[in-house]
């Protein structure tokens, strides 16, 4: 697991920020990176997704149906650093064009998710909880192409209205952690992403 000084943001502070918005660079990532990627992802056992609730008891995990996929955790390695190193940098330009938000870096090993064309989804969600309140930036990049799989959209709703991110191989998205957002039901195919998340002190 990265240690939170691997990524250091220094953010100049300013008032005309956007807190209620995403960003994301097309093609951010080659076809060539996106394959050594899942090469990665693959070769790693993946396990059943939960939810907070489900790890602390307070959701039934056999009746809970708002999330559906699996992942694994892909660490901070030799083959692995270069992926952390270049999310991060394109993040420092993210923060700094939208929000401007006090961010060191990473917490969690970044989260390769799958999300299967039986219904695979997560529900309207944020992505802070009890354990998880210092995460600022949620960060999203679409490792399948989009022509081989059906639903699955990124929705993430910007104060009120839900907008849905372009469906791009190789788009890196960015938004507030504090927003709802949804992976909407993949009726066919196989949807293919890499989460993970940017943190700082709690918000205050």
Known sequence: MPSPSSYLFINQ????????NYYY?????TIDEIERIKRI???IPKQKAVV???????VDSNTYTGRQSVVSWID????????YEKIGNYAITANKELWNFDIWGYQDPLQYTTYYGNGGHYDWHVDLGPE???RKLSVVLQLADPNNYAGG???INCGGFPYTVPRQLGLLCFFPSFLLHRVTPVTSGTRISLVTWLCGANFR
Not at 25 to 29: C, E, L, P, R, V
Not at 52 to 58: C, F, R
């Open 76 to 83: 901070e390695t030799q083959d692995s650093s270069w992926l």
């Open 132 to 134: 998880m309140s210092n």
């Open 52 to 58: 907070g609730g489900e790890q602390n008891g307070t």
């Open 41 to 43: 992802g693959e070769s």
């Open 25 to 29: 660079y097309s093609n951010a990532f």
């Open 153 to 155: 959209d990124l929705e």
């Open 13 to 20: 502070h300013r008032t005309n920020v956007n807190a209620l």
